[in-house]
């Protein structure tokens, strides 16, 4: 084992002992002592598989303060922190083990140390005048260096000296040998006098600029705590603010606050579904007086927005249905294509009609606002009342309360900074007990949404409803914040709720490296499929989570075609606070076949303390193939969505006016049921989701033992379940690793991973390749053939 010498290093300015090298660390019974690279540095112990993970993949550390290091035998080294963990190491020899152990006390001591001066310079750093100070840091560090030059020219003399000495002492001069030593004796005793005198300057100076830079590292940190509280009084008084404006304008009008009390200019940009507006720059606010909505009869103006339209200088707007594939190596080509043009929209309502009353049209106008075990079935709403094709089960309406097992999450975050965590594995802890796959088919909650749409007569009002429908996914993420399981490769999920809702559903993780998972669902009047990946960034405070694949629908009676790419979704206050989830970008709804040249833009406000517009907001506008607007969608993506058609278009085209008709709510989110808190803040057809039923096939997420015994409470078995079905799933990928290797090896053919239920075929209208349901689950439920499904629980 040369090349496990240990590297020792001196670190530059602070002496820290640090040393790097390869050693052996115990790992399991299994697997033994396995090499690892090993880093001291600054108190702590690391390990790395290999030397070029020392930048992103820390494997484990150990702080030295306190943790005890003791030697098993000549080789063998044991460093423990009191029972939490152990590290058992051996070396390549005695030599290298000693050198390992001796600077492992040394950091020791130096990390006690340095806790310690924290602790005793805590008092002091708050006592400290900083214009004062200053001069009195310069001033001794100026005289220490000066102390440090005067030994310099010392020892410079003094061995200028004592070498002299020492050529005399080898000539043949007739002085005596003795008066010659005697000279030498006493140059050397002034050179290591000087030396002394040197080094312990040096310590001088190097104990002074250490006591003072922590002292400083105190007052930094004390104005950086100073400088976010004053931030977050500042936030707060600006929220309190807003809120007094808004009742202020509410007790002049003696009127509930209307959905947008203000007026906000937003960016709508009908780009790639990738560029999402991210940054309040782009916002600019209006008075609240000014634009606020007022009595009936006054056509007051409901709004302004920029809206960014892109014209394509080719017929390439045939494939516009593909736009923003991932992957898709004609996107640059596209955007080369593209022609952006910027408009300035404004919005007035026409006068109400005032023989109407606004409470009685949204009664009238609205989608039924009910428990779905309340709701008709979603076919007979379709067929405007027909009799059920079979009886509806009675379906469980909770589950069990979730059980209080405090953990930290920044515990587990805070070696996650940067990393994708669709690949790092989390305990139960943080998770709901529902699979990704339900989480998706969560989505067709308000399915009864795209029933109304297939019914339009009007395209343009039919693409209204759907954005609406795109919206009511998001519903419930307001309050939703735990991590649904990830999928097993193979994994299924069907829900068949063509009893009470008029549809069923089926959904495959159909990829693994990277993740992937395929829906199809299908009603009376309308079939939606989608294929859901997904990146995620945790950026120490924040966890953002960026989509990816594309979800369409096909309205059966008009031919009708459209797709869209779901927005970003970002997860705040992962370190400290309650958490919360917001919504933000541009959303693309785009038809093709009979609906081509038909879109919608929604853009999704981020959230603002500054924000004098309701927090939340949706704003959009359905455009035909005419360029022309003709229904306007405004809303909250937490609570309800209206539309209105434009009645008349006035102004320049860049900066239209459209004057309104009449709002009607196309989507309203249903009430949480009662102490919903307690169960994970399930609505109840999420609760419905993991219930138990039998016929299903052996690779469905209402099987998988970890999920349900999380929903059972049993927390800790389900951790252990957790990690054998991971570890399982692991075993399987090395094993087709394996195969294909040697496949290759052969020079024959290795076929790649292929779904149960799903294939892979190229997109209608593009060069991009989507999954589609084969349509045979159903017929092998009917006959119970599971025999081509995976083992994978």
């Not at 390992?100 to 310079?121: D, H, M, N, P, Q």
Request: glycine letters at 6%; a negative charge; proline letters at 4%.
């Amino acid at each position: 084992m040369a090349d496990a010498a240990a590297k020792p290093a001196a670190e530059k300015g602070g002496g820290d002992p640090q040393m790097k090298g390869w050693l052996l660390k115990w790992t399991n019974y299994i697997k033994g002592y396995q090499r690892r690279w090993f880093v001291l540095s600054k108190g702590v112990l690391s390990y790395y598989r290999n030397q070029s993970e020392i930048n992103h993949t820390c494997r484990g550390t150990i702080s030295l303060h306190g943790a005890l290091i003791h030697t098993v035998d000549s080789c063998t080294f044991v460093i423990s922190n009191g029972g939490t963990q152990t590290f058992h190491i051996k070396a390549a020899n005695e030599v290298e083990r000693q050198s390992w152990v001796t600077s492992l006390e040394l950091a020791k001591v130096k990390a006690i140390r340095a806790i310690e001066s924290e602790e005793e310079e805590a008092e002091e750093t708050a006592q400290v005048v900083p214009s004062q100070e200053i001069n009195t840091v310069v001033r001794d560090l100026t005289e220490r260096l000066e102390n440090m030059r005067t030994c310099y020219d010392l020892i410079t003399k003094h061995g200028a000296a004592l070498q002299r000495a020492l050529n005399d002492l080898e000539s043949n001069e007739e002085e005596s040998l003795a008066s010659r030593t005697k000279i030498v004796n006493e140059r050397a005793t002034l050179f290591r006098i000087t030396s002394n005198a040197m080094i312990n300057a040096g310590n001088d100076y190097l104990r002074s600029a250490e006591s003072q830079g922590h002292k400083w590292s105190k007052m930094l940190h004390h104005e950086r705590e100073q400088r976010q509280r004053l931030e977050e009084i500042i936030e707060q008084m600006a929220k309190q603010q807003s809120q007094m404006e808004q009742a202020a304008v509410l007790v002049r009008r003696n009127k509930p606050l209307p959905l947008a009390s203000s007026s906000t200019t937003m960016s709508i940009n009908s780009g790639p579904p990738g560029t999402n507006l991210t940054s309040d720059d782009e916002t600019e606010f209006f008075d609240a007086e000014e634009y606020g909505y007022g009595r009936t009869g006054e056509s007051p103006i409901d709004g302004t927005f920029i809206l960014k339209l892109n014209k394509r200088r080719s017929s390439s707007e045939d494939h516009v249905g593909s736009e923003g594939q991932t992957g898709s190596s004609s996107e640059s080509d596209e955007q080369k294509r593209t022609i952006q043009t910027v408009q300035q929209v404004c919005l007035i309502s026409a006068a109400r009609v005032a023989s109407g009353d606004d409470d009685e049209a949204d009664k009238v106008e609205r989608v039924p606002n009910a428990n779905p075990d309340e709701l008709p079935s979603s076919s007979a709403r379709a067929s405007g009342g027909s009799k059920q094709l079979m009886p509806a089960r009675n379906r469980r309406t909770s589950v069990p309360d979730k059980p209080n097992y405090p953990l930290s999450l920044w515990s587990i975050m805070k070696n996650c900074i940067g990393k994708d965590l669709s690949k790092i594995p989390m305990p139960v802890n943080f998770n709901e007990p529902l699979s990704l796959l339900q989480r998706l088919v969560e989505d067709y909650e308000y399915a009864e949404i795209l029933d109304h749409a297939a019914s339009c007569t009007d395209e343009s009002e039919q693409l209204a409803y759907l954005a609406a429908f795109t919206v009511s996914a998001y519903g419930t993420t307001a309050i939703r914040t735990g991590k649904p399981f990830n999928p097993l490769l193979g994994e299924t999920y069907e829900c068949d709720r063509r009893d009470d809702l008029g549809w069923r559903c089926l959904a495959e993780q159909v990829s693994h490296h990277p993740p992937v998972a395929a829906l199809h669902c299908e009603g009376k009047d309308w079939v939606c499929w989608q294929e859901f990946s997904m990146t995620s960034k945790f950026r120490g405070k924040y966890l953002q989570v960026n989509p990816l694949g594309g979800a369409y629908v096909l309205f059966h009676k008009s031919g009708h075609r459209y797709s869209w790419h779901k927005v970003t979704t970002t997860v705040n206050n992962i370190i400290v606070g309650k958490l919360w989830v917001d919504q933000h970008g541009t959303m693309e709804i785009v038809g093709t076949n009979a609906a081509h040249g038909n879109k919608c833009i929604l853009n999704y406000i981020p959230y603002s303390y500054f924000s004098r517009d309701v927090q939340r907001s949706v704003k959009g506008v359905v455009i035909n193939r005419n360029k022309e607007a003709k229904w306007v969608v405004r809303g909250t993506w937490d609570d309800k969505i209206e539309i209105a058609p434009v009645l008349h278009t006035s102004g320049t085209a860049e900066g239209p006016t459209y004057t309104t008709g009449e709002y009607k709510v196309a989507w309203k989110r249903r009430a949480a049921p009662p102490e919903s808190e307690k169960y994970y803040n399930f609505t109840t057809f999420a609760c419905q989701l993991n219930e138990p039923e039998e016929g299903v096939a052996p690779t469905d997420s209402r099987l998988r033992p970890d999920q349900r015994l999380m929903e059972e409470g049993l927390w800790e078995e389900s951790n252990k379940e957790k990690v054998r079905l991971e570890e399982k799933q692991r075993t399987a990928r090395r094993e087709r690793e394996t195969e294909a290797e040697q496949a290759a090896a052969e020079g024959r053919p290795y076929p790649a991973y292929e779904p149960m239920w799903f294939k892979r075929e190229k997109e209608e209208g593009s060069d991009n390749f989507v999954h589609v349901c084969k349509n045979t689950y159903w017929e092998a439920k009917a006959a119970q053939n599971w025999s081509g499904c995976p083992d994978i629980y």
